[in-house]
């Protein structure tokens, strides 16, 4: 099934300042979600492995934040450049540890190889000011500063692009980092490893401790005085946890956390784009994503339409191993994944939702779960209120403007939403009103490096991609220089 073309990819220890570090200790088993088997057995990085990281990425920043940023973006676009000649190889090196279909994981490759590209250029372009003075002796100015060490926690669903988006800007200002990736999905990190050294990144400028121990890790990166900046994406949850961890040291925080997304059409949209989008959002790696339609309201004069034609969009998706061709839903992560669908399912069929299609677990077997289709949803059930992370599309209908804007704010989380409709005086106006860090009309597709990415309320802290993306990196200092004589 894994056939590299550069076998040397598939890297299963530890990368500590440069260097391949196995451990004499426990190893973390990585497993196929589609068919269970163990892939590989990675060095369980801990604790002490993530101190010692930390202290090198902290020797390695003093040359790395004063060398030009011309330089360093030179070696990022290597890095990138290499990324893209093995896509096909790191694609089928996610597939395998993470299960998403294989076109599905190359795009991500391709998406987070952007990220990179991106941000080598903007490091060029981050400026300070030149402040007009308050007295003649004297000449005001600021400059950015890489602010130093950078923790990152990044989570299995995209292996690949969560790194990238938090590692690029990262290293394009100056900083090193050291980053615990999901014990779930190690390879795809430590590959991207194996192409930085190639690259000629410099030893101890970027370090992956992949571990089981999240807790012991999580607790040198958001505590250890030698880390400056803490990022994560994940759950609220953990993300409450880890904020409070980063105020006994001040750290700077940056939160990708949970959604809970609406996905609202109106009876003036087109609903061939609408269905068409919905399924984009909603099923986009089986349904396991911060920003997938959680939650859909369509205007109660046409959900029947709508409705009708989400099933038949639905029933057209192919299930089946991501190495399959025209594979479209893979399997979910693991068993607890799985056993969250029934959960979610048969709390919302005791409070009256109906299934229209799905409903049960694949006839795969293991990790896969049948694409569900649910009407007759109401507040009350858990899945209108936490985010689903799985493949089950449920629908409630409105009838005014007034009523979705509220009801689709009604919640902690604010990451991304999405709505349908024509009248372009609507379109502005929802978008205003609506309480999200990211909204999307007449589309489902937004990813991209050069925007923002972030949540508002409890989805999380700052953003990432764009300009904003690159910005928490930096300290800003203000130089006040006097003694001038004029
Ligand atoms: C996420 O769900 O965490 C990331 C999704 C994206 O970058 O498009």
Redesign the pocket.
Known sequence: MLKLKDPTLFRTENYINGEWKSTDHDQIEVINPSTGDAIAKVSDGKKADAALAVGFAAKAFRNWSRMPAKERANLLRKWYELILENAEDLGRLMTLEQGKPLAEAIGEIK?GAGFIEFYAEECKRVMGDIIPTIAADRRLMTYKQAIGVVGCIT?W??PN??IT?KAAPALAAGCTVVIKPDPGTPLSALALCELAERAGIPAGVLNVVAGSDSQGIGEVLTQHKDVAKFTF?GSTAVGKILMAQCATTVKKVSL?LG?NAPFIVFDDADIDEAVTHCVATKFR?CGQ????TNRVYVQNTIAANFTAKLKTAITAMKVADGFEDGAVIGPLINRQAVEKMDTLLADALSKGAAIVIGGERHELGGCFYQPTLLTNITDDMLLANEEIFGPIAAVQTFATEEEVVNKANDTEFGLAAYFFTRDVGRVMRISENLEYGIVCSNSGV??TEVAP?GGWKQSGIGSEGGKEGIADFYETKFHSMGGINV
């Open positions: 998406y989570p669903n995209f692009a969560m988006r994406t990708e959604g790696n994503t911060c920003v997938c937004f990813s990415f």
